[in-house]
């Protein structure tokens, strides 16, 4: 089960403001309490990159990646598109550059630290390659921005981070909270059942990988645990 790294781009967008002027962010939400500019060209940019990354188009997605960083050096969500598309290409040293400035903050605020969506990417590119302590605080910053419309999802890569680095505890603690939020979100759905069944709770991991079935569709690796768990009920037909 893979990691979910990001919201559909309308919602990471609220996270860059690309008038020159305007550098008054919440200290807490960062640019996505501030005015933003939407038409911007840079803007435009990253909705190209995005559409092609979604296509499988890394080349043309890049190019447009780099156009919209050109075009505004400080737009923070240019910088974290480009990691993005970096990572698919396998480039980890270009991705955790491009990541890294995504957060950064200057003199004049014109990056935002407090993007929970960069803030989430960066998280998830560490867990991937097995950072995982280094990933878990990435997590708890973006869930500490009170506008961020999908805290169910780092939420859900946090406790996948967890479980990886062998922490059931937290990983349970992190995938009850994200089912709080959204009870029918299948990844954190499956994730509890695996950490269920990795405590030896196999009623429950049934129970999770019911309501899995119940709003996703069933994938190999689920289907897997569901032999594996009945097995362990004594349903070995």
């Known amino acids: 089960m893979r990691l979910l790294l990001l919201a559909p781009l309308f919602l990471f967008l609220g996270g860059c403001v690309t008038n020159p002027g305007q550098t008054e962010n919440d200290p807490n939400t960062g640019r996505l309490g501030a005015d933003q500019n939407y038409e911007s060209l840079s803007n435009t940019y990253i909705q190209l990159a995005n559409e092609y990354m979604k296509r499988g188009d890394y080349a043309t997605a890049l190019n447009k990646a780099k156009k919209a960083v050109q075009r505004d050096p400080n737009n923070g969500n240019a910088h974290?598109?480009?990691?993005?598309?970096?990572?698919?290409?396998?480039?980890?040293?270009?991705?955790?550059?491009?990541?890294q400035r995504?957060?950064?903050?200057?003199?004049?605020?014109?990056?935002?630290s407090k993007n929970p969506y960069a803030l989430n990417a960066y998280g998830s590119y560490l867990c991937k390659l097995g950072e995982y302590q280094k990933a878990l605080p990435y997590f708890d910053r973006?869930?500490?921005?009170?506008?961020?419309?999908?805290?169910?999802?780092?939420?859900?890569?946090?406790?996948?981070c967890a479980r990886k680095a062998g922490d059931l505890s937290m990983a349970q603690s992190y995938l009850l909270?994200?089912?709080?939020?959204?009870?029918?979100?299948?990844?954190?759905?499956?994730?509890?059942?695996?950490?269920r069944f990795a405590q030896g709770r196999y009623m429950s991991a049934r129970a999770y990988l019911q309501?899995?079935?119940?709003?996703?569709?069933?994938?190999?690796?689920?289907?897997?645990?569901s032999i594996l768990t009945e097995r362990k009920l004594g349903n070995d037909d």
């Open 80 to 99: 974290l598109v480009l990691g993005l598309i970096y990572e698919q290409l396998g480039e980890n040293g270009s991705a955790n550059a491009a990541y």
């Open 142 to 160: 973006a869930l500490q921005n009170p506008l961020y419309q999908t805290p169910w999802v780092a939420l859900a890569n946090a406790g996948y």
């Open 177 to 195: 909270k994200a089912l709080e939020r959204n009870p029918g979100f299948a990844m954190a759905l499956y994730q509890m059942a695996e950490v």
């Open 211 to 225: 309501r899995y079935r119940e709003v996703a569709k069933p994938t190999a690796q689920m289907l897997y645990l």
């Open 102 to 112: 995504s957060l950064e903050v200057d003199s004049s605020l014109e990056v935002d």
